[in-house]
C-alpha cells in the first residue's frame, strides 16, 4: 500500500490516491472498530448496466460521484453515449468513521448545462468484512420516482483498518497533492467548502427580473442577452433570452455569505454569440455590506463599461436563528415595542404613508413528518417565507425530518389582500433544491397569537403531501388604509410559474366556464318566463334582439392564412399549443372573473364583502345629495386629465382592481386549511408579543 493513503488531513477531508488494489485474503469480519481516521476504503469502480437514458437520442454521457456525509471525495471519467459505461477507475479513501455510508450519485453530463440526474444509491460500510474484497451490486434508484428502472452500478470494494499516523504529515500531504489529479484536488477544495457550510453567515437571494435598454450586439440591432452572477467561489448564470434590448428573465438564484460583513457580487451582462465567443455587454456590482438585513431591496444598476439598466430583488437573510424564548425574555420591551406598532397602524393615522398598510410577523417554529428526499430516509429541509415579492429562508437542518428552525421574520404590508406562501424544502448541492411542501395562508385568515399546524400541500395546493408545519403568525394593520389600497392595481409578483398546457386544467377550466354560463342561462330563462307570464308581445320583441346580436356575430369567420402552409410540422405544433394554452388561461380568466362576483355577495371574505356594502351605502348617499350628471362629469374629467396631471401612473379601474382582490373559487381551494391528523394535534398558546 502506499503510505500516502494513510495520512489523516488536519481538515478532516478524505484523501484520494489512484492506485492499484492489493487483495487481502485474510477475513476479519470480528475486528473491533479502529479509532477515528483509521479506516481506508479501496474501490474499483467497474461498470454500470442498463442506465437511465438522458439524451434525446436515447443515450447518456454517465459519470459517477463519490461522497461520504456532505462531502465529495471522487468522480469518475465521463464516458460519452454509452448506458453501459466501463470505467475500470481505482480510488482510495481514508475514512473517520463506518457510521457514514458511501453515497454513489450517477449523472448525465451536459455540457453548458446542469447535469442531469440518473440515479443514486449507498453502501452500508459497516456490513464490509474488513481486509476482504467484495464484488458489490447497486441498484440506481431516484426518491421521487422509486419505482422507475434505473440500472445499476459494480463496485469491488476493500475496507482496511490502519493504526497509528504518519509522522511527517506536511511531506505527506505535499506528496499525496502532487500525486491527484487536477479534479480531485478541485474535489477536495469543494469538500472544504462543503465543510465551511455549517458556518454560513447568511443567504443570499437575488431575484434578476428584467434588463432595460441594453447594447445592441447584433447586426440586426438586437442581443442574445444573459446574466452571469459571482460571489466568491460560487456563480449562477441565467437563461438566454434571443432577440431583445429588454429582456425579461424572472429568475431566482440563492448565495451562501461566509462572510460577518458581507461581500461583493459581480454581475456580467453578454450577448450569446453562436459559433463565436460571447459578447460583453456590461457589468455591475452589489455591496452587500450596504444593504440591511432581513428585508427585500429592490436595485436598478447602470451597466458600467456597457450600456443599460439591469433589475433586481437582493434579500440577506441571517442565518443564526432566533428562538421564541429569547424574544419573549423581556416582557417590557415587547410592550413598548407592541404598542409602537399598534400606535403607527391605529385609525388616527390613516393619511401617513398610504402604502404602508400594516405589519406581519411570522414565526417557523418546526416541521413533522416530512418527506424523506434522501436515499438514508432522511431529508435536509429548509423553509422559505415569501410575501408577495418579498423572500426570506431559514437555515438547513441537516438529516432530519423533524426539523426546528425557531426563525422569526417580519415584514410591512402594502395589501391586505396578499397571500403568505411558506414552502419547505430539502437541500441538494447536487442540483436544485427538492419540494417537500408548502402551505398558503392569506393575510385576513389569520388568528392572531396562536401557535398552529398547517398541513403542507402539494404544489398545486389541491392536495396534501407528508408533513406539517408550525407557524405563529400576527398581523396588525390600518383597515382604512388596506380598504384605500383594494382600489388601486395589486402588485405585480415577479417569480411565477409559467403556464403550461394542460389536459386536465383545461377540462377544469371549461367545466368552470361552463357553471358561470348556466348561471347566466338561468337567469335568461327566468327573465324569459317573467316575459311570457307579463306580455307575449315583449317576449317576441326580446326574441328579435336576440337574434340581431346573433346574425351580427357570425360575419367574422371565413379568414385563413396562407403562410401557416409553409411552416414546418414543429412550428405548427408550437403554434397550436400556444393557442391551447391561450384559451386555456382566457377560459380561467372568464370563469375567475364570475367566480370572483359570486364570493364577492356570498361572504367568502367578509373584509370584502363588507367593503362593498359600505361603498353602495357610500354612493346612495352621494346619488341622493348629487345629481348623477354632475358624478359623471367629475369622473370624466378625473379619467381624460389622469395622464395629464400625472404621466407615470397606471391606469386603472377601480371595480376591476376590487374583484382582483376577491379570490376564485379555485384559490379558495388553495387557501382552505387540512385539517392535521390527530397526531399532530397543533399546541396553541396565546402570545405574550404583539397580541
Avoid at 103 to 132: C, H, P, W
Avoid at 191 to 214: A, C, F, M, N, P
Avoid at 249 to 259: A, I, N, P, V
Avoid at 659 to 666: G, K
Wanted: hydrophobic fraction near 40%; aromatic fraction near 8%.
Amino acid at each position: 500500500m502506499l503510505d500516502s493513503c494513510k495520512l489523516k488531513s488536519a481538515c478532516n477531508l478524505p484523501l484520494i490516491c489512484n492506485k492499484k488494489i492489493h487483495t487481502v485474503g485474510t477475513s476479519n469480519a470480528d475486528v473491533p472498530l479502529a479509532n477515528p481516521g483509521m479506516y481506508q476504503l479501496d474501490i474499483t469502480l467497474k461498470r454500470g448496466q442498463s442506465l437511465a437514458a438522458r439524451d434525446r437520442g436515447g443515450t447518456s454521457d454517465p459519470y459517477v460521484k463519490f461522497k461520504i456525509g456532505r462531502k465529495e471525495v471522487f468522480r469518475s471519467k465521463i464516458i460519452h453515449k454509452n448506458l453501459n459505461p466501463v470505467w475500470e477507475e481505482k480510488a482510495c479513501i481514508l475514512i473517520e468513521h463506518l457510521r457514514e455510508p458511501l453515497y454513489i450519485k450517477v449523472f448525465d453530463y451536459d455540457f453548458g448545462l446542469q447535469d442531469d440526474f440518473m440515479g443514486s444509491a449507498f453502501l452500508d460500510l459497516t456490513q464490509l468484512e474488513l481486509n476482504r474484497p467484495t464484488d458489490v451490486t447497486l441498484t440506481l434508484k431516484d426518491p421521487h420516482y422509486p419505482d422507475h428502472d434505473l440500472g445499476i452500478i459494480l463496485l469491488l470494494v476493500v475496507l482496511t483498518p490502519k493504526e497509528g499516523e504518519p509522522r511527517d504529515v506536511k511531506m505527506l500531504m505535499r506528496k499525496s497533492w502532487k500525486r491527484s489529479s487536477k479534479f480531485q484536488s478541485q474535489s477536495l477544495r469543494l469538500s472544504d467548502q462543503h465543510r465551511k457550510s455549517h458556518l454560513w453567515r447568511g443567504i443570499v437571494s437575488i431575484t434578476l427580473i428584467e434588463g432595460r435598454d441594453l447594447k445592441a450586439m447584433d447586426s440586426n440591432g438586437l442581443s442574445d442577452p444573459y446574466v452571469k452572477f459571482r460571489l466568491g467561489h460560487q456563480k449562477y448564470k441565467s437563461k438566454i433570452m434571443p432577440k431583445t434590448l429588454n429582456p425579461q428573465w424572472r429568475e431566482q438564484f440563492d448565495f451562501h455569505l461566509y462572510e460577518e460583513r458581507g461581500g461583493i457580487i459581480d454581475i456580467t451582462a453578454w450577448d450569446k454569440d453562436a459559433g463565436k465567443r460571447d459578447d460583453f455587454i456590461g457589468r455591475c456590482q452589489v455591496d452587500l455590506s450596504a444593504l440591511s438585513r432581513e428585508q427585500t431591496h429592490k436595485l436598478e444598476l447602470q451597466l458600467e463599461e456597457g450600456e443599460g439598466h439591469l433589475v433586481l430583488l437582493v434579500t440577506l437573510t441571517a442565518s443564526a436563528t432566533v428562538s421564541i424564548s429569547d424574544l419573549s425574555a423581556n416582557s417590557l420591551e415587547d410592550q413598548k415595542e407592541r404598542e409602537e406598532i399598534l400606535k403607527r397602524y391605529s385609525p388616527l393615522r390613516i393619511f401617513h404613508n398610504l402604502k404602508d398598510v400594516g405589519f406581519l410577523q411570522v414565526k417557523v417554529i418546526r416541521a413533522e413528518g416530512l418527506m424523506a428526499a434522501d436515499v438514508t430516509g432522511k431529508s435536509d429541509p429548509f423553509c422559505v417565507v415569501e410575501l408577495n415579492n418579498d423572500r426570506l429562508l431559514t437555515h438547513t437542518v441537516y438529516k432530519n425530518l423533524n426539523p426546528e428552525w425557531n426563525k422569526v421574520f417580519t415584514f410591512n404590508i402594502k395589501d391586505i389582500h396578499s397571500v403568505l406562501e411558506v414552502t419547505v424544502y430539502d437541500e441538494d448541492r447536487d442540483r436544485s433544491a427538492d419540494f417537500l411542501g408548502k402551505v398558503a395562508i392569506p393575510l385576513l385568515s389569520i388568528q392572531n397569537g396562536e401557535q398552529k399546524a398547517y398541513v403542507l400541500k402539494n404544489k398545486q395546493l389541491t392536495g396534501p403531501t407528508k408533513g406539517v408545519i408550525y407557524l405563529e403568525i400576527d398581523v396588525i394593520f390600518n383597515a382604512v388604509k388596506a380598504s384605500l389600497r383594494t382600489l388601486i392595481p395589486k402588485e405585480q409578483k415577479y417569480i411565477e410559474e409559467e403556464n403550461r398546457l394542460s389536459k386536465q386544467l383545461l377540462l377544469r377550466n371549461f367545466i368552470r366556464m361552463k357553471h358561470c354560463v348556466m348561471v347566466l342561462v338561468n337567469a335568461a330563462y327566468y327573465v324569459n318566463s317573467c316575459f311570457d307570464w307579463d306580455s307575449p308581445p315583449r317576449s317576441l320583441a326580446a326574441f328579435v334582439v336576440v337574434e340581431d346580436m346573433l346574425e351580427d356575430e357570425e360575419e367574422e369567420d371565413d379568414k385563413d392564412d396562407k403562410d401557416s402552409e409553409k411552416k414546418g410540422f414543429i412550428n405548427k405544433i408550437y403554434a397550436i399549443q400556444e393557442v391551447c394554452v391561450s384559451v386555456q388561461n382566457i377560459l380561467d380568466e372568464v370563469a375567475s372573473f364570475g367566480e370572483r362576483i359570486k364570493n364577492t355577495f356570498n361572504w367568502t371574505v367578509p373584509f370584502l364583502s363588507w367593503l362593498a356594502i359600505v361603498a353602495l351605502c357610500v354612493f346612495t348617499l352621494i346619488l341622493y345629495f348629487i345629481p348623477l350628471r354632475y358624478i359623471v362629469l367629475v369622473w370624466g374629467i378625473n379619467k381624460f386629465t389622469k395622464k395629464l396631471r400625472s404621466p407615470y401612473a397606471i391606469d386603472n379601474n377601480e371595480l376591476l382592481d376590487f374583484l382582483s382582490r376577491v379570490p376564485s373559487d379555485v384559490q379558495v381551494v388553495q387557501y382552505q386549511e387540512l385539517k392535521p391528523d390527530p397526531s399532530h394535534s397543533p399546541y396553541k398558546r396565546k402570545k405574550n408579543n404583539l397580541g
